[in-house]
Nanobody, 116 residues
Framework: QVQLVESGGGLVQAGGSLRLSCTAS????????MGWYRQAPGKEREMVAL???????TYAESVKGRFTISRDTGKNTVYLQMNNLKPEDTAVYYC??????????WGQGTQVTVSS
């Protein structure tokens, strides 16, 4: 099974920026979907941003215009650039991987904390 390694979380003030990275242990060129979900305390996990084959990048309404998802197939890495962060963005962010519309694979999660 593919392994996902996340990095880039941390503590930032409101209005600041962070970039999350998720590196897969295998080539991602033909992977059906990769992206990011997040889960805040007491809330359900929610989609933040996805890259899927045959689709434009998809974003949660709450992050549109602030977050950008991208991928570097040469590095087998997906990025989430997060700008103008808000306290409500505080959550554990999980990398998501689905190779061929089959089993979902998750990273270990990285904490993002935005102070007001």
């Amino acid at each position: 099974q593919v392994q996902l390694v996340e990095s880039g979380g941390g503590l930032v003030q409101a209005g600041g920026s962070l970039r999350l990275s998720c590196t897969a242990s295998r080539n991602i060129f033909r992977v059906y979907a990769m992206g990011w979900y997040r889960q805040a305390p007491g809330k359900e996990r929610e989609m933040v941003a996805l890259i899927r084959v045959g689709y434009s990048s998809t974003y949660a309404e709450s992050v549109k215009g602030r977050f950008t998802i991208s991928r570097d197939t040469g590095k087998n890495t997906v990025y989430l650039q997060m700008n103008n962060l808000k306290p409500e963005d505080t959550a554990v962010y999980y990398c998501y991987y689905n190779e061929n519309r089959g089993v979902d694979v998750w990273g270990q999660g990285t904490q993002v904390t935005v102070s007001s």
